[in-house]
């Protein structure tokens, strides 16, 4: 009923910039939250930045004033603004939201399939 699509991901070197961007579609009555969730080989899946449809923000502590989230409302499109990137920044990133289809449903989780940014020194 809903997709997540990512894009913008590639290869950068190290102190780049990229732009990553994650469009929902399908049927959606309202969006809660939408964020960008990373996992690196090997390594556990980990947070990176999130925001709420009342415009407030959390980032992982390794990515603050290097990364900005935003959101497009009107085209359910949230963004991840990656400047200064670091090798360690290497991952597949996820976009995720919390989607509601009806008004009488709760809030449901959806995942994208991921954007992988490789960072080279």
């Known amino acids: 009923q809903v997709q997540l699509v990512e894009s913008g991901g590639g290869l950068v070197q190290a102190g780049g910039s990229l732009r990553l961007s994650c469009a929902a579609s399908g049927t959606i009555f309202s969006i809660k939250t939408m964020g960008w969730y990373r996992q690196a080989p090997g390594k556990e899946q980990q947070l990176v930045a999130i925001?709420?449809?009342?415009?407030?923000?959390n980032y992982a502590a390794s990515v603050k004033g290097r990364f900005k989230i935003s959101v497009d409302n009107a085209k359910n499109t949230v963004y991840l603004q990656m400047n200064g990137l670091k090798p360690e920044d290497t991952a597949s990133y996820l976009c995720?939201?919390?989607?509601?289809?009806?008004?009488?449903?709760?809030?449901?989780?959806?995942w994208g399939k991921g954007a992988l940014v490789t960072v080279s020194s």
């Open positions: 925001i709420s449809n009342g415009g407030n923000t």
């Open positions: 995720y939201a919390e989607i509601k289809h009806v008004t009488a449903l709760p809030y449901m989780p959806y």
